[in-house]
């Protein structure tokens, strides 16, 4: 009879190391075995992400955050939602990284290194609110295909690189530009070539705003890999797919751009608002432009129980595309009075801007916070999931959180 052979408990300590746990019973493990702790892709891991956040999908990886986990005036890496359209690039070399300018509109056809564009022209650093156009799609009703995005697609950190206006200018762009378009380094879920997953873009004006970069660090660091290692666009206050990641070309257009996830329902609404369910026509659909007013509660966490009668403070954030919000109101009673919450100016043009209050509640018993705000144009949060449209775009209803006085 053959002896079954049994790993060498130096094996099994080098495993135990890479689970970051004792393999109690290491000792029967045959040999060949295959941990099942080992084997499994661990997205928080893999993406340095805290556990609470949650996974929609694997393939492609989109993972969203939660109210109480943005509380940072500044979204850390470490729970910044992830949204991806196509399988993340792999083997990346930022030494011959390089970015290709062509397109109808360019006066040259010009390839910059990553290392020219970082050398030759001047870094700028903003804070930046990236907000998927698909946040809060979950709501809709009837519902929307798609990423299943509850509150916590939405991130503000510190962006730095150059401005994309700087390096335009220095390529050339005619008088005919309407757009520019991005290409990138990200492959198709379906595994062809000559297909990419998004190729989206902005008018030319939005191109030349002071804010619009070409990015090589988030937060003082390199860009993690899922962000767009090592370049990335960033367009504030704009649907966050306009942000390209891992940009490797930037066409200059003599038209509104018509990539991958330009056209039919794909990031573009009714132009006029219609009933629920209607089916629209495709000259009736407009692309979405600058993101609507909104916010988030993210202190305290929906659910909190406060042990006795005393004052409970509010905070959170609050932003409206291209606009600054200039008033945001707390109601702890459906909405039927409402007092002004404190508000911060933003730190520079589309960062999203800090909100607080202090809140003592009338008796004992349970209570909803509801939070709404109001733009530069007047312009307020709905109180309930509005506009309808078939890709479940653009939910900027208020949001609510449960609190319980003992
Ligand atoms: N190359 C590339 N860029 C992309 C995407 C993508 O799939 N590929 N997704 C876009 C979308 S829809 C969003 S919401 C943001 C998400 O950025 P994040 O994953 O860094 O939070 O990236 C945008 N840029
Ligand atoms: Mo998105």
Redesign the pocket.
Same mark, same amino acid.
């Given at each position: 009879m053959e002896r079954r052979k049994f790993i060498k408990k130096s094996t099994v300590i080098s495993l135990s190391s890479l689970l970051g746990a004792n393999v109690v019973f290491g000792r029967n493990l045959p040999v060949g075995y295959g941990l099942l702790g080992l084997q499994d892709p661990d997205p928080f891991k893999m993406f340095n992400k805290t556990n609470e956040m949650i996974i929609l999908n694997d393939n492609p990886w989109n993972l969203e955050s939660r109210a109480h986990l943005l509380d940072d005036t500044i979204t850390p890496n470490n729970v910044?939602? @992830?949204? +991806? +359209? *196509?399988k993340i690039p792999e083997n990346i070399n930022k030494d011959s990284w390089s970015v290709h300018f062509n397109g109808e509109s360019a006066v040259h056809e010009k390839t910059y290194t990553l290392r020219e564009l970082k050398t030759r022209f001047k870094e700028y650093t903003y804070q930046l609110t990236?907000e998927? *156009?698909g946040n809060g799609r979950s709501e809709f009703n009837p519902p929307a295909k798609g990423n299943q995005w509850g509150l916590g &697609?939405i %991130?503000c950190a510190s962006w730095t690189g150059i401005r994309l206006k700087d390096v335009l200018e220095d390529v050339g762009v005619k008088d005919s530009a309407v757009y520019i378009g991005y290409h &990138?380094a990200?492959k198709h879920l379906s595994g062809n070539p000559s297909k990419e =997953?998004?190729s989206r873009g902005m008018p030319i004006e939005k191109a030349y705003q002071d804010e619009t970069l070409l990015a090589f660090k988030m937060n003082g660091e390199a860009i993690p890999l @899922?962000? *767009?290692y090592p370049l990335r666009l960033v367009a504030g206050g704009w =649907?966050? %797919?306009v %942000? *390209?990641?891992?940009i490797n070309g930037i066409s200059i257009r003599d038209k509104v751009h018509d990539g991958a996830k330009m056209n039919g329902d794909a990031y573009r609404v009714p132009c006029n608002s219609v009933a629920p369910g209607t089916v629209v026509k495709d000259e009736d659909m407009c692309i979405i432009e600058s993101m609507p007013v909104k916010s988030l509660i993210t202190y305290p966490k929906s659910g909190a129980i406060l042990k006795s009668r005393k004052n409970l403070e509010i905070r959170g954030h609050t932003w409206a595309g291209e606009l600054e919000v200039v008033m945001i109101e707390c109601s702890i009673d459906f909405g039927a009075t409402w007092i002004k919450c404190k508000l911060e100016k933003p730190i520079n043009r589309l960062a999203w801007q800090h909100f607080s209050t202090e809140i003592l509640f009338p008796q004992k018993g349970y209570y909803e916070v509801w939070a709404k705000a109001t733009d530069s144009q007047g312009v307020s949060q709905p109180m309930i999931v509005p506009g309808w449209n078939p890709k479940g775009y653009l939910n900027n209803a208020c949001h609510r959180i449960a609190i319980k006085v003992e």
């Open positions: 910044m939602f @992830v949204r +991806n +359209n *196509g990236l998927c *156009g &697609a %991130s &990138a990200d =997953p998004i @899922v962000h *767009g =649907p966050a %797919s %942000s *390209g990641k891992w």
